[in-house]
């Protein structure tokens, strides 16, 4: 079955920091790619997604590349806020209307 | 266009009753997924409802069950509660079944304690 492996956190960064989240996944078939974000004490949120290879999914300064040959879709933002703070998921789903499959998720907290 | 909702919002139950928590998946999708998630770990599949038909089912007891209803909105029902049974339970709405593959918008969640 569908797996995601992401690196542990959490990780703490300044204002205006770059980030990256690693995001590596298993999967049969072309399975699209998501990054969802859970603010506290909140549901999840759509952030981005690509749903081929090569593809670049971007949205509020985000971006991930579908990378099939790494079998990767690492979160980057070039300068992150402090009402970044949140979870970050990453969830490969491999056909049809399939269940998400997330791992532990990403724990960001960004500082003044 | 109406999001999805979940109701309650937080409930507390004692070991051993049952629970039921609803659902309105937004307007226009037909699927609805359940997905459970504890404190600190991702969301895990519960199950999943395509045109109120269950249309998969992840690795939870035969005591979690659910419905799907004509206009699509959803029941996740819990017997016999355990105290592991203390989570956060997500809904999430989609549309389209087999074919595609399709974005899942979330709720906010219900709080489940057992206690």
């Known amino acids: 079955g569908d797996s995601v492996t992401q690196m542990e956190g959490p990780v703490t960064l300044s204002e205006e920091a770059f980030l990256t989240i690693n995001c590596t996944y298993t999967?049969?078939?072309?399975?699209?790619l998501f990054w969802y974000v859970q603010y506290p004490g909140e549901g999840l949120q759509l952030l981005l997604k690509?749903?081929?290879?090569?593809d670049k999914g971007s949205n509020k300064g985000f971006e991930a590349t579908y990378r099939k040959e790494t079998t990767s879709f690492h979160l980057e933002k070039g300068s992150v806020q402090v009402s970044d703070s949140a979870v970050y998921f990453c969830?490969?789903?491999?056909?049809?209307?399939?269940?998400?499959?997330f791992g532990k998720g990403t724990r960001l907290s960004v500082i003044a | 266009e109406t999001g999805v909702t979940q109701s309650p919002t937080h409930l507390i139950k004692t070991r051993g009753q049952q629970v039921t928590l609803r659902c309105s998946s937004q307007?226009?999708?037909?699927?609805v997924s359940w997905y459970q998630q504890a404190l600190g770990q991702g969301p895990q599949f519960i199950f999943q409802?395509?045109?109120?038909?269950?249309?998969g089912r992840g690795n939870f007891p035969p005591r979690f069950s659910g419905l799907q209803f004509p206009n699509y909105s959803s029941e996740l029902n819990v017997n016999a509660l355990e105290l592991d049974d203390s989570a956060l339970y997500l809904c999430?709405?989609?549309?389209?079944?087999?074919?595609?593959?399709?974005?899942?918008?979330f709720g906010p969640g219900t709080r489940l304690t057992v206690t």
């Open positions: 999430a709405s989609s549309f389209g079944g087999l074919a595609g593959n399709y974005e899942q918008y």
């Open positions: 999967a049969t078939g072309y399975p699209s």
């Open positions: 690509a749903t081929k290879a090569d």
């Open positions: 969830a490969p789903s491999s056909s049809g209307n399939t269940p998400l499959v």
């Open positions: 307007s226009g999708h037909n699927t």
């Open positions: 409802y395509y045109r109120e038909e269950e249309n």
